[in-house]
């Protein structure tokens, strides 16, 4: 009795302290300004949800925990080495190189560089000989590079504008001198609008992906250029390839997606059929009608790469659209470059007004680079005068092909070389030349055919051999490692009609008899 007596004023004891202490807390509480708010605020969320109030609770107690704890720092736990140990390791210490080591292949390539002295022209001065060279390396097709009409309108461009435009299209980069390019490039084309980029390869690498996006469709030609395999990497859509310029092939690929597609039950998305106007890598010419006719059939739309081919195609230059006379809005997409032909820098894209308005806020490299040199737009411009005033020069060019690859279509030739493209009567003022592989497999010792470096190596003798008879061709160049196909080593021949007549073909003849004289020796 005695024990139950005490404990009953000592439970009492304790009640009335407990509730004298929460009461002098809570007075403490009161007497802080806005409390009566956050009080409130508890009360409410209590009564409406219990479990989130006990979840605020822990995360405040957890955070007054975490800011009271003691600090770890990585220092604590490291070993104090003396200036004797630290000398030692520096002295171990072999830093990896900044670039890799330089493959044979490379130190080739950048051996046989050719330097150009002076100016560039169809008959530049190279250093290590004592004349001028015939230049059928670079893309002056129409030999714009020797216009002082050019010349004349980007120097007192430069005069007015400056250099360069110091800032990207949408932000202080756009002057009037873009503007008018671009309303040029349409009208020139025949579409609605242009867009120009600051540079023709990252033209269509950011066309692609501006339009076409993860879970899209990208049916692509495999013998696209690199640019173009870049645009098609960076979309990260889903890619499917036909065999280089086989309709047969493009429309079995693009059936064997619409069955697919009805056996799955696929949702619709963004569609493309993407190819070159003219092949880089190749120089063959993409049959545009029955593309246009297969787009139509299966409902795709068509980005049509016409870097190669803008400025020397067809009765005006406009490219494929011109070459076979079909309105250029059946294309969805014309993309090209104004650094071929043009001889000026940067690219293009024509189309529809949503095609070029969308590229203004999504087409990376219009949003992120410098807009192109007031001087060089002017020169594009200028070009397309040119060209459009003496229509003529675009038959010059091709007759000067076609007479280039008659002399290399000879019988002597024939076991030696293979031309991709060797129609006499192709357009196109490019060809590469390639080894034959039958004479490569009848020249391979102990059953082991050449190397792709033996092959390079062989076509640097015959431009070697060229250089020395005082004309200026190159071997066709290529990202080995990162190409999705890479082409066979070729020697890459580009005409011009900065050449008169009687000069395109002792050039021709001297590439003739370079490649007799270099392949004889092998034989031996």
Known sequence: MEQQTLAVPLADDNAIFLNSTVNSVYELIVAIPGSHHVLTYLKNAYQDDPFRIILELFLVFFALKYMLSKKYKPQDNAVKLTEKEIDDLVEEWKPEPLVPALSSLDKLNLDKAPLIIGA??????????????????????????ASERIRQRAIDTLKVYGVGSCGPPGFYGTIDVHMDLERDLAQFLGTEEAIIYAQGFST???????????????????????????????????????????????????????????????????????????????????????????????????????????????????????????????????????????????????????????????????????????????????????????????????????????????????????????????????????????????????????????????????VDECATQGVLITRAKYVYDQERKCPRPSIKVYVTIGLSKKENEKAAGVVKAAIVKVFGKLKK
Do not use: W
């Open 120 to 145: 560039q022209s169809a008959k530049p001065r190279v250093a290590g000989h004592a004349k001028p060279l015939m230049n059928l390396a670079s893309t002056n097709y129409l030999d714009l590079q």
């Open 204 to 462: 269509i690498s950011s066309v692609i992906p501006a339009f076409s996006k993860r879970g899209d469709l990208l049916v692509v030609d495999d013998g696209v250029c690199f640019a173009v395999q870049k645009g098609v990497q960076i979309s990260r859509s889903n890619v499917r390839y036909f065999k280089h310029n086989d309709m047969q092939d493009l429309e079995r690929v693009l059936d064997d997606i619409r069955v697919d597609d009805m056996v799955h039950k696929r949702k619709l998305t963004r569609r493309f059929i993407v190819t070159e106007g003219l092949f880089a890598n190749h120089g063959d010419i993409a049959p545009l009608p029955k593309l246009i006719e297969l787009k139509r059939k299966f409902k795709y739309r068509l980005i049509l790469d016409e870097s190669q081919s803008f400025g020397v195609l067809g009765n005006r230059g406009a490219g494929l659209t011109d070459l076979f006379n079909i309105d250029a809005k059946e294309v969805d997409m014309l993309v090209g470059s104004m650094a071929n032909a043009l001889c000026s820098s940067g690219g293009f894209c024509a189309g529809n007004v949503q095609v070029i308005d969308h590229q203004r806020l999504s087409g990376s490299a219009y949003c992120f680079s410098a807009s192109i040199p007031a001087m060089l737009a002017v020169s594009t411009s200028e070009a397309l005068k040119y060209i459009q005033e003496k229509p003529q020069i675009l038959r010059e060019v091709a007759g000067r092909a076609r007479a280039f690859r008659q002399v290399l279509m000879h019988k002597s030739l024939e076991n030696l070389i293979e031309m991709h493209s060797s129609d006499v009567n192709s357009p196109a003022p490019f060809f590469h030349i390639r080894i034959n592989p039958a004479f490569l497999k009848s020249r391979a010792r102990d059953g082991h055919e050449p190397t792709r470096e033996e092959e390079e190596r062989l076509l640097q003798d015959v």
